[in-house]
């Protein structure tokens, strides 16, 4: 029976040794490399007689970190599959390492037969998403499509305001840049407020800055 070739890059050492007695219990399974950090397993790879054909990988590590190490993967060795083991649900760190090319993306308090399934899902088959994935890209995507709409519906001068309203100005000094009068600025902060639906000026900002409008 075939059997297939597992690497571990983890930091956390409990975790990345019960995660190796844990696999290599299962006939299989062959844990064949187990590394701290990316860095430490990049050179691993670039020596090895036998590469792995799935790689559990941390997100957060010190020297070169998941993504990165993903990235590198993807770029070097494309065949080798990497699915991503983590505490963080942040669907921004989810992205990150989708878009670096991980297969599939596991939180670390999962039951083992979600991992196993999803070793041998993401060796058959290429990828393999649980319904926590996929709730949280309908939800980027969700965002996406909502963000776009309320750009949309910002005017030019609306956005020129807004990028104004960034910087330490008051509002009476944001009307002499625009050439315009100090209450035309009101209806503009205003209109603003309703459309992105925020209460204030720090709410502004920090939307502004989400997107690339400062």
Same mark, same amino acid.
């Given at each position: 029976?075939?059997?297939?070739?597992?690497?571990?890059? *983890?930091?956390?050492?409990?975790?990345?040794?019960?995660?190796?007695?844990?696999?290599?219990?299962?006939?299989?399974?062959?844990?064949?490399?187990?590394?701290?950090?990316?860095?430490?397993?990049?050179?691993?790879?670039?020596?090895?007689?036998?590469?792995?054909?799935?790689?559990?990988?941390?997100?957060?590590?010190?020297? =070169?970190?998941?993504?990165?190490?993903?990235?590198?993967?993807?770029?070097?060795?494309?065949?080798? =599959?990497?699915?991503?083991?983590?505490?963080?649900?942040?669907?921004?760190?989810?992205?990150?390492?989708?878009?670096?090319?991980?297969?599939?993306?596991?939180?670390?308090?999962?039951?083992?037969?979600?991992?196993?399934?999803?070793?041998?899902?993401?060796?058959?088959?290429?990828?393999?998403?649980?319904?926590?994935?996929?709730?949280?890209?309908?939800?980027?995507?969700?965002?996406?499509?909502?963000?776009?709409?309320?750009?949309?519906?910002?005017?030019?001068?609306?956005?020129?305001?807004?990028?104004?309203?960034?910087?330490?100005?008051?509002?009476?000094?944001?009307?002499?840049?625009?050439?315009?009068?100090?209450?035309?600025? *009101?209806?503009?902060?205003?209109?603003?407020?309703? =459309?992105? *639906?925020?209460?204030?000026?720090?709410?502004?900002?920090?939307?502004?800055? =989400?997107?690339?409008?400062?």
């Amino acid at each position: 029976m075939k059997t297939i070739p597992i690497a571990i890059v *983890d930091d956390h050492t409990l975790i990345s040794k019960a995660l190796e007695n844990m696999i290599t219990e299962n006939t299989q399974y062959r844990v064949i490399m187990n590394h701290p950090n990316g860095e430490e397993f990049i050179a691993g790879v670039e020596k090895a007689s036998e590469l792995p054909a799935v790689v559990l990988m941390d997100v957060n590590m010190p020297y =070169k970190n998941g993504i990165e190490t993903t990235e590198w993967l993807t770029e070097h060795y494309p065949d080798i =599959k990497v699915i991503a083991l983590t505490m963080d649900d942040d669907e921004r760190v989810l992205i990150r390492m989708l878009k670096a090319g991980a297969k599939g993306y596991l939180l670390k308090d999962m039951q083992p037969s979600i991992l196993f399934q999803a070793i041998d899902t993401v060796f058959e088959k290429g990828s393999f998403y649980t319904d926590f994935v996929a709730q949280k890209l309908l939800k980027v995507k969700t965002e996406e499509m909502k963000n776009a709409s309320l750009l949309s519906e910002l005017k030019d001068r609306e956005k020129e305001f807004i990028k104004w309203a960034c910087s330490e100005l008051t509002y009476k000094e944001i009307a002499d840049k625009m050439c315009l009068s100090p209450k035309t600025i *009101d209806g503009y902060r205003d209109s603003v407020f309703v =459309k992105l *639906d925020i209460k204030n000026r720090a709410g502004l900002v920090l939307f502004a800055l =989400k997107h690339d409008l400062c």
